[in-house]
């Protein structure tokens, strides 16, 4: 059964950083392409960094020079570094596979996500 269990988040200031942490089951992460989400309140969940099987990596616009996505696929985990954070990064995150491929019986499976917040 797919697990992806996310953690690292917190209240920090603007400016500040912190480090996300997603483990996942299996072989998921030497297996697939895999993404950072993020979603804030009433806004829909968008992608904000990918990194493939074989370490290239992506980011969203609003993300590009502040955040790091990198790969352990020894540890099955994947992580987030964020640098000078800004009160609209404030949302969920979560990891999953990029596209998502897992389901649930809701749907796409998802995990339970990190609460971030910027707010000083």
């Known amino acids: 059964q797919v697990q992806l269990v996310e953690s690292g988040g917190g209240l920090v200031q603007p400016g500040g950083s912190l480090r996300l942490s997603c483990a996942a089951s299996?072989?998921?992460?030497?297996?697939?392409?895999m993404g950072w989400y993020r979603q804030a309140p009433g806004k829909q969940r968008e992608l904000v960094a990918t990194?493939?099987?074989?370490?290239?990596?992506n980011y969203g616009d609003s993300v590009k020079g502040r955040f790091t996505i990198s790969r352990d696929n020894a540890k099955n985990t994947v992580y987030l570094q964020m640098n000078s954070l800004k009160p609209e990064d404030t949302a969920v995150y979560y990891c999953?596979?990029?596209?998502?491929?897992?389901?649930?019986?809701?749907?796409?499976?998802w995990g339970q996500g990190t609460q971030v917040t910027v707010s000083s």
């Open positions: 999953n596979t990029d596209p998502p491929v897992f389901r649930s019986t809701s749907g796409t499976y």
């Open positions: 299996g072989s998921i992460v030497s297996i697939y392409a």
């Open positions: 990194v493939s099987r074989g370490g290239s990596t």
